[in-house]
């Protein structure tokens, strides 16, 4: 978020707003109280009841602002000559979203967002801040390139601005990916993200779903990734619909799904899920086993476990048992070689979805990410204590940072002999992952967030052997 700005603002705030002036709200709300974009939004949403064309609007510029926010203060700052670190925060968020709707939303025309923005800023303050967003907004109208990236010091400042993200994850993307790929990581995470559901087989046929949702208007296709899934393109939200209240359905990732096909729990078994909440994974696994057997999905944080039972009493399934524990000991919890199969679903950095949480790019440090490694280590030793021999236990990040990833996993190798790579994985995997397995590493998958504009995900699995 940006470092400037006087704490006071010197803003009015009108009452009967445009979709523009509550994105804009919500904008200054997400900086003033740093709060992640996707909890305001939702928060604002449920206060504002908007039309649905309206919230596809707000949504937009909200999410579109932010992701862009380094390009578009490159695009302003030629043409704001007292500096942009002068500006009050809410002028400064305001022609932020104006020029991004100028470079990147063909549907609006020019002219209709110099107005609107010009409207906001005369229902916020005095007269002069008006006349300057309407003189720096005509101005990068009249300049031919006022919209082009210009060349930065170096080529990958320049790849920062074109690609807006943050010199150092660039730098870092490009050292461990090649410029190539790191490119379209970053250009990847512009996209909006699909919705997208997990039938529950237990209750209903994928095919079956899809029918009725599109009978009911929804636009709808099978997912490429997973067999369970269903991407939603187009039609609203899904999580109040009664299918969903039924059970017969979660809303989850494409590539959050492929992590219980590594794990591949059967009926009957004692499964260990280490970082449970919301209980995305731990459902999944549970329908896999028929509901048959026990699976313990533990959480650090006791206000989660009513997450993970809700999940499990919305699907109907009794297997789950929702527990509060610290997985760095949680092998002072259960005994010794209990478990047939373990997930740890570690925390993360969590830079493979910044699509869904555009924020994160510019919130995350690089001296913040560099304890993670540290602690993933810690949680996994701990978790592998606990695993029958010959059982399974699998290690996923939705990261595509490598110390947090295979480093973490060598590092744990390295120490524990009585591990190794579980060569089968690649064989249990959807046969769409299954293409991006290395041959020479079939135990482990890095899904980047452009092969199916899916979330960047890591899944390793490891054997014990004795
Ligand atoms: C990536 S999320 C898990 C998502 C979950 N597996 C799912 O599919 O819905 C990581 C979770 O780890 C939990 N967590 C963080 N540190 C933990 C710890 N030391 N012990 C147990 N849980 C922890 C967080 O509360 C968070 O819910």
């Given at each position: ?65 932010i ?13 704001v ?51 300057m ?68 087989e237990?209750?209903m046929k ?30 609203g ?77 919305r ?14 000991q ?21 830079l ?39 059982g ?43 293409t ?8 482990r ?13 890591f ?8």
């Open positions: 978020m940006t470092q400037q700005k006087k704490s006071k603002s010197t803003r009015r705030v009108p009452r009967n707003q445009s979709a523009r002036g509550h994105a804009l709200d919500i904008l200054i709300a997400i900086e003033e109280q740093s709060a992640y974009s996707n909890l305001m939004l939702n928060q604002a949403f449920q206060k504002l009841q908007l039309e649905q064309q309206d919230k596809a609007l707000v949504t937009e510029l909200v999410y579109g602002t992701q862009r926010q380094n390009t578009l203060d490159h695009f302003l700052t030629p043409f000559k007292k500096g942009l670190h002068k500006l009050d925060r809410w002028v400064h968020l305001l022609l932020r979203m104006s020029v991004y709707q100028m470079a990147y939303m063909d549907r609006i025309p020019a002219h209709a967002v110099v107005n609107e923005s010009v409207t906001i800023a005369k229902q916020r303050a005095h007269q002069g801040i008006s006349g967003v309407n003189g720096v907004l005509r101005s990068m109208l009249r300049t031919a390139d006022a919209f082009t990236v210009r060349e930065g010091q170096n080529a990958i400042e320049t790849m920062s601005l074109q690609h807006a993200h943050p010199v150092w994850m660039m730098e870092q993307w490009v050292k461990q990916y090649g410029e190539e790929t790191a490119a379209r990581i970053a250009a990847s995470n512009q996209l909006p993200p699909a919705a997208s559901l997990r039938v529950n237990m209750k994928r095919t079956e779903l899809i029918d009725i949702l599109q009978e009911q208007g929804y636009t709808v296709r099978p997912s490429l990734v997973h067999p369970s899934g269903v991407v939603v393109e187009r039609g939200n899904l999580a109040a619909h009664p299918l969903f209240q039924e059970g017969c359905f979660s809303i989850q990732d494409e590539s959050s799904m492929v992590v219980a096909e590594a794990v591949a729990p059967e009926p009957g078994m004692t499964v260990l899920d280490c970082c449970a909440a919301p209980g995305g994974k731990s459902s999944h696994m549970a329908e896999k086993m028929k509901d048959q057997g026990q699976l313990i999905a533990n959480d650090l944080h006791p206000h989660k476990q009513k997450l993970i039972q809700q999940q499990a009493d699907l109907g399934l009794q297997s789950i048992e929702a527990k509060v524990s610290d997985a760095a949680i092998d002072q919890v259960y005994e010794s070689g209990q478990f047939d199969r373990i997930l740890l679903d570690a925390p993360c950095s969590g493979g979805v910044i699509r869904r949480k555009p924020d994160l790019k510019w919130n995350k440090q690089a001296e913040e990410m560099a304890q993670l490694p540290a602690l993933q280590l810690q949680l996994l030793e701990a978790a592998a204590a606990l695993l029958k021999p010959d399974r236990l699998v290690y996923s990040t939705c990261t595509i940072v490598e110390q947090e990833n295979e480093g973490v996993v060598q590092s744990f190798l390295d120490k524990h002999p009585e591990y190794t790579w579980d060569e089968q994985m690649v064989e249990r995997l959807p046969e769409s992952i299954q991006l397995v290395q041959e020479d590493a079939p135990g998958v890095q899904i980047l967030p452009y092969h199916f504009q899916s979330d960047g995900f899944i390793a699995s490891l054997r014990r052997t004795c």
